[in-house]
C-alpha cells in the first residue's frame, strides 16, 4: 500500500500567557491509500488538533514547535501559506469540520456554495462546474436539484452530504472528518457511516476520522489511534483493539469499558475517574498516570515511549517492557 | 425492579397534544396558509413513583416538547395531566409554583443550563430565594452545601466560590442535579442529562443520577436519543416517532425483543465496539429522515419509510397502542408479520 | 457580586482598555476634565464667573476683546496683558491723630506696547485724601492723580489712569519732549499709558521707545479718623491681550467662562445620557421579554418617537418655554431614551432564549426576578457603553438648542458662549478666539466620550456574545 501521509514527531504548542499547552507533543502516524485511520480520545486529547494540524491550520496561538507532515513525501510545514493555499489545502487534504454542516451560509443555494469552493481553485465553465457539483452531489446520494435549494431547506443529514461532496470534489489525497456525525440520529449517522464507507471502497479513498466514540471507530477505522493528553497512547488495527484479544493501553481498555453496549446488560458502566490533565503542567511520567487502574511506580518518573508490542501494534504503557 | 413495589402513579399523561401556530409576519401569513406543527400529538403514559422512565426518538421526534409540557414551561394544545393526584393540566398561578417545588429539570447543556455571571452558591441559592425558603444565610449555606455532597461535588465548600466555567461538564451537570434536589422535588425531568458530556465521564454521572434516585426514592422522566444509556438506566422505555409513542415497555423487553419497526431500526443503527464490521455495509431497513411535523403523512406516520407498509397502514387510522402483555406495547398493524 | 469579583472584572477590562489606544485618549481627557472641575475654584481666574457672567460691571476693568496672551510669542511687537497686582505692601506711617497710610504695588513691565489703562480699584470706608503716583524703573515718580472721597460706605473707589492722569502725564512730557513736539499735544490728547510706560527723551512724544523695568504704582492716603478703611486695594493692568483665551466684545474673560461651561457640559451629557440609556435598555429588554402583543406596541411607540425631528421640536420647546437646564435635559431624555432600544431587544431576545433562563423558569422563578437578575446585569456592560456613545449627542443637542439662544439663561454653557460670538459678528471681525475655543471644546469633549464608548463596545461586546 502506499503511505500518503506520514506525521513524524509533530509537536505542536500553544504559547499563551500563562504558559506552553503542550497540545501535540511528539506524535507520529502514517496513513495508507484506501485507508480510515480512526482518531480517537478525551475532549482536549488533541483530536482536532491534529486534524487542523494537518492542514496547515493550527487553531492560534498554536505554533509548529517541531516534526514533519510528509504528504506524498513533502513537509507542508515549511511551505510558505500562499503555496499551501493553492496547493494543498483543499487540493491535497480536505476537511470537514466539526458542525460544518450548520455553517452553510444560510442566504445562498447549495449550488452557489459548492460552485464558489470549486471555482476559487479550478479554472472551470460555469456548466461544467455544475456538472461536476452534480456528479458529486450524485455521489453522496443526493439529487441533483439540492443545487437550487437553500441550507434550512435541507435535513441534517442532506446538508452533511453535501459537506463531504464539496470535502471531495478537488480530489484531495485524503479527507480529514471531525466528528462528522456527532450531531446526527442514530439512523441517520448509520446512513452517513454507510456511505463513506461506500465512497472509500469505490473510490480507494483514505479518510482520517476523528471521534470521541470507540463504538463509530469500529465501524469505520481499519486502523486506531488512541490519542490522551496530546500524546498517541495506542494505535493498532481494528482487529487488535476490538477484537478478542482486546487493546492494550489501560486507557483504551477503560475507555473501551465506559463505551455502553445495547445488546449486553450490564449492571454498572464502568467509567475513568477524574479528567484529563492540564496540558500546561502535565503530570510527570506517564501522562495517565493519575487515572490509570494499573499504575506502577515506574508510571509516575518516566515517560513509556510508543513501541511496538505486535506487528502493526504500537503502545505506550510501562506495564508491557516485561 | 422497583415499580412492582410501588405500584403507585405519580403522573398521569392521556392524550396529550401540542400544536404550534407558527408565529407570522402579515405579509407571510396573507400568502400561506399556516402550516400546524404537531410537536406532541395525542401521547398517554403513566409514570410510577420511584420509577425512571426514559423517552426516547430522533430529534424532531417531541420527546423535549414532552419533557417541556411536562414541566409546565409550556401550555399543552390538549389532554390531561395528573400530578400526585391533582389535575395539573391548567393550574394557577400558586398551584403552579407548588408544582415546581415538586417537579425539577436538569438540562442537556450544562454549560449553558447555569447563568455564567452566577457563582455556584449562587446557582443553588436560586431556588432557595424564588420559593422564599426560609433561613438566614448561614441555613442556606446548610442546604447547598447537603445537596452539593448529596452529587458528590466534594469539598462542597470550596465549590460555592467557583463560577460554573471553572467546572467540568461532568461537575457542572452534578451542580445542576444538586440545584433541582435541594427544594426536595418527587420527580426530575432530565432531558438528555449527559449528550453533552465526555464518553468517559458519561457513565459516572448517570451512577451519581442512579444513586440520588435511590436514596431520595425520586421518579425519573429520563428524555434522550441514546438507547444504550437509556438500556442501563431506565426501569421502561417509551419510543417516540414524529409527536406519537410507538413503542413503551420494560427496557430490557424494547431493547432486546422489539415489535415496531421504528424501534428496530433505532436499535439496528446503533454502532457497538466489535470489530469485523469496517468492510461491511450496514443494512438498514429503513431509509431517508424523518419527515418535518408541521407535515405528518396520514395513516400510520412512519409508513412513508417503513419497509413492510401495506397499502393498510397508508389508508386506515393510525393503530393505537396495544398491551401484548408484560406492560409491553406497540402502535403496528403488521406487528405478527414482521 | 461582591467587591473583590467587582475589583477583578475592573482589573480584566481595564488591561483590555489600556490597550484601545483611542479610549486611552478619551479616558485622558475626560479625567483632565473632571480635574478642572475639582479644581475649577483654584483655577478659575475670574472666581465668580458662574453668577457674574451676565453682569457687566463685574468684567469692566478687564480688557475687551482683547486675544489671548499668548498671542505675543507669535507677533514681533510683545503687547502688554492684562494683569491684575493684587499683593501691595502696605505701610503705615503713623503721625500725629493722622497717619499716612501707603500701598505699594510692584509691576514688572517687558513690553513694546503698553497696557491700554491701568486702574486701580478699592472699596473704602469714611472719608480721606488719596494720592496715585508711579515710581519708574529709570527712578523718577509721577504723581498721577489725587482727589478726596467723601463719605464712602463700602463704596467702590475705582481710579482709571488713562482718564485720570492725563493733566499729569501731560506735565511730565512737557518736562522731558522736545518743544517742536509739544506743539502738537494738549492735555487731553496726551496719551498717559504711553508717557507712563515709554523712556524720558526729548523724541518721547513722537517715536516713544518702551521703558522695560519694574514699575511701582503707590497710593498713599491719609487716616484721619477711626471710621476710616480701605480693603481689597488692587491694580489692573488692562493690555490689549488677555488672558489664557482672551476676552470678548463684553470684557468677559473666555477662559473662565469655558471653564464654568464644563461642567454643565458634562453634567447634561451624563444625566441626560444615564437616564436615558437605563429607560432604553429596561424599555428593549421588558419588550424583548414580553413579546408578543406587549412588543409590538412598545415596537409602535418607539417607531413614533424615533420618527420625530428631535432638533425641531427642541427649538420649539425651548422658544416657548424659555426652559431651566433640567427642563432641557428632560426634553432631551424624551428623545434620546430611544438610541439603545432597538440593540437592546435583540440581545434581550437571544438570552431570552439562553437555557439558563428556561431553567430559572423551570425552578419557578417570576418574570421580574428573570428580567433582574438574569437578563439586566448581562446588559449592564452594553449600556455603560451606550451612554458613553450617546453623551456627545446631549452636548450637541443643549449646545445647538444654546446656540440659537435659547438655552438657560441662568448658567454659562458652550453654546451660549458661541451664540453670543455670532450676534456680536465675532466671526467677521477676526476674533477667532472668541469662537474656536468653545466650538472645540464640544468637539473635544464629544470626542473623548466617543473614543471611551467604542473602546468599551469593543471590549464588551464580544464578551457577551461568547457567553
Given at each position: 500500500m502506499d503511505k500518503i501521509l506520514e506525521v513524524k514527531n509533530l509537536k505542536l504548542y500553544y504559547h499563551t500567557s500563562k504558559g506552553v499547552v503542550k497540545a501535540l507533543d511528539d506524535v507520529s502516524f502514517d496513513l495508507y491509500k484506501g485507508e480510515t485511520l480512526g482518531l480517537v480520545g478525551e475532549s482536549g486529547c488533541g483530536k482536532t488538533t491534529t486534524g487542523t494540524a494537518l492542514l496547515r491550520m493550527p487553531t492560534a496561538p498554536g505554533r509548529y514547535d517541531g516534526g514533519q507532515i510528509l504528504i506524498d513525501g513533502r513537509d507542508i510545514i515549511p511551505l510558505p501559506e500562499k503555496d499551501v493555499r493553492k496547493n494543498v489545502r483543499w487540493e491535497e487534504v480536505a476537511m470537514v469540520f466539526q458542525g460544518a454542516m450548520n455553517c452553510l451560509t444560510p442566504v445562498y443555494t447549495i449550488g452557489k456554495q459548492m460552485l464558489e469552493t470549486l471555482q476559487e481553485h479550478r479554472d472551470m465553465e460555469k456548466e461544467q462546474a455544475e456538472e461536476l457539483i452534480r456528479e458529486y452531489l450524485g455521489l453522496v446520494g443526493l439529487p441533483g436539484e439540492v443545487m437550487k435549494r437553500y441550507p434550512h431547506e435541507l435535513s441534517g443529514g442532506m446538508k452533511q452530504r453535501v459537506v463531504i461532496a464539496t470535502a471531495l470534489f478537488l480530489k484531495p489525497k485524503f479527507v480529514i472528518l471531525d466528528e462528522p456525525t456527532t450531531a446526527l440520529d442514530v439512523i441517520v449517522q448509520a446512513q452517513i457511516i454507510n456511505l463513506l464507507k461506500k465512497l472509500k471502497k469505490t473510490f480507494d479513498l483514505s479518510f482520517i476520522f476523528i471521534t470521541h466514540d470507540l463504538a463509530l471507530e469500529a465501524e469505520v477505522a481499519d486502523r486506531i489511534c488512541v490519542m490522551y493528553a496530546g500524546k498517541i497512547a495506542e494505535l493498532g488495527t481494528n482487529a487488535q483493539i476490538f477484537g478478542k484479544q482486546g487493546p492494550m493501553h489501560p486507557y483504551t481498555e477503560k475507555l473501551l469499558a465506559a463505551t455502553p453496549r445495547l445488546h449486553r446488560k450490564v449492571e454498572s458502566l464502568s467509567f475513568i475517574p477524574g479528567t484529563p490533565p492540564d496540558l500546561i503542567d502535565p503530570p510527570k511520567g506517564c501522562r495517565f498516570n493519575p487515572r490509570c487502574h494499573k499504575v506502577m511506580d515506574k508510571c509516575y518518573v518516566e515517560e513509556p515511549p510508543l513501541k511496538e508490542v505486535e506487528p502493526g501494534h504500537m503502545v505506550a504503557c510501562w506495564r508491557l517492557e516485561k | 425492579m422497583s415499580e412492582n413495589k410501588n405500584p403507585e402513579v405519580l403522573l398521569k399523561v392521556e392524550n396529550l397534544k401540542k400544536h404550534f401556530t407558527p408565529h407570522m409576519g402579515l405579509a407571510a401569513s396573507l400568502g400561506k396558509a399556516r402550516k400546524v406543527v404537531k410537536a406532541v400529538d395525542g401521547i398517554s403514559f403513566d409514570i410510577k413513583k420511584g420509577e425512571i422512565f426514559a423517552l426516547i426518538g430522533e430529534s424532531g421526534s417531541g420527546k423535549t416538547t414532552t419533557g417541556k409540557l411536562v414541566m409546565k414551561l409550556i401550555e399543552p394544545t390538549s389532554g390531561t395531566m395528573i400530578f400526585d393526584g391533582e389535575d395539573v393540566t391548567s393550574i394557577a398561578k400558586k398551584q403552579l409554583e407548588a408544582y415546581r417545588r415538586k417537579v425539577q429539570m436538569i438540562f442537556q447543556d450544562p454549560y449553558a443550563s447555569m447563568n455564567p455571571r452566577f457563582k455556584i452558591r449562587d446557582v443553588l441559592e436560586e431556588p432557595l430565594s424564588i420559593h422564599r425558603i426560609e433561613g438566614d444565610r448561614a441555613r442556606h449555606d446548610e442546604m447547598i452545601v447537603k445537596a452539593l455532597e448529596e452529587v458528590k461535588i466534594t469539598p462542597p465548600e470550596e465549590f460555592m466560590t467557583r463560577f460554573p466555567h471553572m467546572l467540568s461538564g461532568g461537575q457542572r451537570q452534578r451542580v445542576a442535579t444538586a440545584r433541582t434536589l435541594i427544594l426536595n422535588p418527587k420527580m426530575l425531568v432530565a432531558d438528555e442529562p449527559v449528550s453533552m458530556i465526555d464518553l468517559s465521564t458519561r457513565a459516572e454521572i448517570l451512577h451519581m443520577m442512579k444513586d440520588v434516585q435511590r436514596d431520595l426514592g425520586l421518579t425519573y422522566l429520563y428524555i434522550t436519543h441514546d438507547l444504550s444509556t437509556a438500556r442501563y438506566f431506565a426501569d421502561r422505555i417509551a419510543v417516540m416517532y414524529l409527536g406519537r409513542i410507538v413503542e413503551m415497555g420494560p427496557a430490557d423487553m424494547i431493547i432486546d425483543k422489539p415489535l415496531h419497526p421504528y424501534t428496530k431500526a433505532l436499535i439496528d443503527a446503533v454502532p457497538e465496539p466489535e470489530s469485523g464490521k469496517v468492510d461491511v455495509i450496514k443494512e438498514l431497513p429503513i431509509s431517508g429522515e424523518i419527515p418535518s411535523p408541521a407535515n405528518i403523512p396520514a395513516g400510520c406516520r412512519f409508513h412513508t419509510r417503513c419497509p413492510y407498509a401495506t397499502d393498510e397502514c397508508k389508508t386506515l387510522p393510525e393503530p393505537e397502542l396495544e398491551d401484548i402483555g408484560g406492560g409491553h406495547m406497540h402502535a403496528c398493524r403488521r406487528w405478527k408479520e414482521i | 457580586m461582591n467587591l473583590k469579583d467587582f475589583l477583578a472584572g475592573l482589573s480584566d477590562f481595564w488591561s483590555e482598555f489600556r490597550r484601545d489606544k483611542a479610549g486611552l485618549i478619551g479616558l485622558a481627557i475626560l479625567v483632565v476634565a473632571i480635574l478642572a472641575i475639582i479644581f475649577e475654584p483654584v483655577i478659575v481666574p475670574f472666581k465668580e464667573v458662574n453668577s457674574k457672567w451676565r453682569d457687566i460691571n463685574y468684567w469692566e476693568d478687564n480688557s475687551s476683546g482683547a486675544p489671548p496672551a499668548w498671542t505675543n510669542a507669535f507677533s514681533s511687537e510683545k503687547k502688554a496683558v492684562t494683569t491684575s497686582l493684587d499683593r501691595p505692601r502696605k505701610e503705615e506711617i503713623e503721625g500725629d491723630g493722622v497717619s499716612i497710610r501707603r500701598y505699594e504695588f510692584d509691576y514688572s513691565y517687558r513690553y513694546d506696547q503698553p497696557p491700554l489703562d491701568v486702574i486701580f480699584r478699592a472699596e473704602g470706608w469714611g472719608t480721606f485724601p488719596i494720592l496715585v503716583s508711579v515710581e519708574r524703573p529709570d527712578g523718577q515718580v509721577i504723581d498721577l492723580y489725587q482727589y478726596v472721597a467723601e463719605g464712602l460706605d463700602g463704596d467702590d473707589l475705582r481710579v482709571t489712569l488713562a482718564n485720570d492722569s492725563k493733566s499729569a502725564a501731560y506735565q511730565f512730557l512737557a518736562v522731558n519732549a522736545s518743544e517742536a513736539d509739544m506743539a502738537n499735544y494738549d492735555s487731553y490728547s496726551v496719551k498717559p499709558m504711553v508717557i507712563m510706560f515709554s523712556e524720558a527723551s526729548p523724541s518721547m512724544a513722537t517715536a516713544p521707545v518702551a521703558l522695560t523695568g519694574k514699575y511701582k504704582f503707590i497710593v498713599q492716603t491719609m487716616v484721619m479718623s477711626e471710621d476710616v478703611r480701605i480693603d481689597n486695594a488692587h491694580f489692573t493692568v488692562v493690555g490689549s491681550v488677555s488672558g489664557i483665551l482672551g476676552s470678548d466684545t463684553g470684557k468677559r474673560d473666555l477662559f473662565s467662562g469655558l471653564l464654568a461651561g464644563l461642567k454643565w457640559a458634562l453634567l447634561i451629557g451624563f444625566v441626560t445620557s444615564f437616564i436615558s440609556v437605563l429607560l432604553g435598555v429596561l424599555y428593549g429588554i421588558i419588550s424583548a421579554y414580553f413579546g408578543g402583543a406587549i412588543d409590538s406596541t412598545m415596537n409602535f411607540i418607539y417607531e413614533l418617537f424615533v420618527s420625530m425631528p428631535v432638533l425641531p421640536i427642541l427649538i420649539v420647546i425651548s422658544a416657548v418655554f424659555k426652559p431651566s437646564i433640567w427642563f432641557i435635559i428632560a426634553a432631551l431624555v424624551v428623545f434620546s431614551w430611544t438610541g439603545p432600544v432597538k440593540t437592546v431587544r435583540s440581545m434581550a431576545m437571544q438570552i431570552k432564549e439562553e437555557t439558563y433562563i428556561e431553567a430559572a423558569r423551570a425552578l419557578g422563578a417570576g418574570k421580574w426576578r428573570i428580567i433582574f437578575k438574569h437578563m439586566l446585569p448581562l446588559l449592564i456592560p452594553y449600556s455603560f457603553a451606550s451612554m458613553a456613545l450617546s453623551v456627545p449627542g446631549a452636548i450637541l443637542y443643549e449646545a445647538s438648542v444654546s446656540l440659537l439662544?435659547?438655552?438657560?439663561?441662568t448658567i454659562t454653557t458652550w453654546g451660549q458662549i458661541l451664540h453670543d460670538a455670532l450676534s456680536s459678528g465675532a466671526v467677521l471681525n477676526g476674533l477667532w478666539w472668541w469662537v474656536v475655543p468653545p466650538g472645540f471644546s464640544i468637539a473635544i469633549m464629544g470626542m473623548s466620550f466617543a473614543f471611551i464608548g467604542s473602546a468599551m463596545d469593543k471590549i464588551l461586546h464580544p464578551k457577551l456574545r461568547t457567553r
Open positions: - | - | 439662544g435659547l438655552g438657560d439663561a
